[in-house]
């Protein structure tokens, strides 16, 4: 099996693992890959579910690590991969003055990002009506391992002891979406103000679109180097049913702000998260991500992991065929347009971690 294929096997199925202790961290709840655990396969790091509905019945066994550290994959008995997991940060044994552990105020993704959610708290979360149904944003901060709200001044502590003590090569800060107009964008620019004077990071912001692109420019000469604005799903029915608060901000709204974007950041540092899986077809992904490409969005397409706890905790994941029939065509895409995942200064899109996009690129 191929890499790429192998990885969207995994990412799709999850994976059980032999000795639960197993000695590696894994993330519950909270934004971003949640419910996943991180796996080293070659040079390529990537998030695998591991608490998930799908992976409890997951043909992945994960063995308990030899000697060398590494484990051995099978399927029905069959090794298919030798892999390796990154070690327990540094910065996690730390706390605030105050008292606050580090990790409850960034947390590691992959093998080399720091990942935070500066506001734990969204308009969109506080109905069931509206909730986006595959988010969990809500359920760390009630398990109490996170805070509401990081300060900058926080995140600058966090970012700084990141780098010096485990080598941190880029930042992702991502938001619930405040009452403001500015959807998060005002939060995100003063966070990254406090990171930057601290620790010479490459940052990556991703907020709704503020209503006035002027944001876009605070948000860069903040210290901003990449944005993501997440699509999520790209048909409107499937909008409307999976984020029924959120697909209020219509597509073109999107379209307008990925425009002013791209003129502040650049072509390739602009991105979007769009989970495949939830009802949209190849087609209407592939449509999309062409006409992103074209303007010089990068689409992040990554398989919908179901969270346990959320509404979609029963939706079945994507097969790995599906994965491949939109990342295959998008790999090639992406590499016409000029806008490679590598060429990324920080961010989702850089990391890849959550697809096996990136792979495909390199085909
Ligand atoms: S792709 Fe984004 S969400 Fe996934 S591990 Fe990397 S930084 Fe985190």
């Known amino acids: 099996m191929s890499s790429p294929d192998l990885i969207s096997e995994l990412q799709t199925r999850g994976m059980r693992l032999v000795d639960p202790r197993a000695g590696h961290e894994s993330r519950r709840g909270g934004a971003g890959p949640s419910d996943h655990k991180a796996v080293t396969i070659g040079a390529t790091t990537v998030m695998v579910p591991v608490h998930t509905a799908p992976a409890f019945e997951s043909p992945f066994l994960v063995e308990a690590p030899a000697q060398d550290g590494s484990s051995r994959i099978t399927r029905d008995g069959v090794e298919v991969a030798r892999v390796s997991f990154p070690g327990r940060p540094r910065f996690y044994d730390l706390k605030t003055a105050d008292g606050i552990p580090y990790s409850h105020i960034a947390t590691l993704h992959s093998r080399n990002v720091l990942a935070t959610t500066v506001l734990q708290t969204c308009i969109r979360y506080e109905s069931r009506k509206k909730t986006c149904q595959f988010c969990a944003i809500g359920q760390s901060l009630a398990a109490g391992r996170t805070i509401a709200h990081k300060t900058p001044e926080q995140l600058a502590e966090v970012a700084r002891a990141a780098v010096e003590l ?5 930042m992702v800060m991502t938001t619930g979406t405040p009452a403001g107009s500015d959807r998060g964008a005002a939060v995100l620019a ?7 004077a601290a620790v010479n990071i490459p940052i990556q912001g991703q907020c709704e679109p503020p209503d006035d692109d002027a944001w876009h420019q605070r948000m860069a000469d903040a210290g901003i180097d990449a944005l ?12 409307q049913r999976i984020m029924p608060g959120k697909a209020s901000v219509p597509l073109e709204k999107y379209f307008d702000s990925f425009e002013a974007a791209v003129r502040v950041f650049g072509r390739g540092q602009v991105s979007t998260y769009i989970l495949a899986g939830l009802g949209d077809t190849a087609e209407a992904i592939l449509d999309i991500s062409q006409k992103l490409c074209t303007m010089g969005v990068y689409p992040f397409v990554v398989p919908f992991v179901p969270i346990s706890g959320t509404p979609l905790e029963s939706h079945p ?9 939109i990342l295959r065509p998008l790999g090639e895409m992406i590499v016409k347009a000029g806008i490679r995942s590598a060429d990324i200064k920080a961010g989702c899109g850089r ?8 792979t495909y690129e390199k085909l």
């Open 166 to 170: 485990d080598g941190i090569e880029h």
């Open 190 to 196: 003063e966070s990254a103000r406090a990171i930057k």
């Open 228 to 239: 993501g604005m997440h699509l999520e799903a790209v048909t409107p029915e499937v909008r």
């Open 317 to 325: 994941a994507p097969s790995a065929g599906f994965m491949a029939s």
């Open 351 to 358: 990391c890849g971690a959550c697809s096996a996009l990136s």
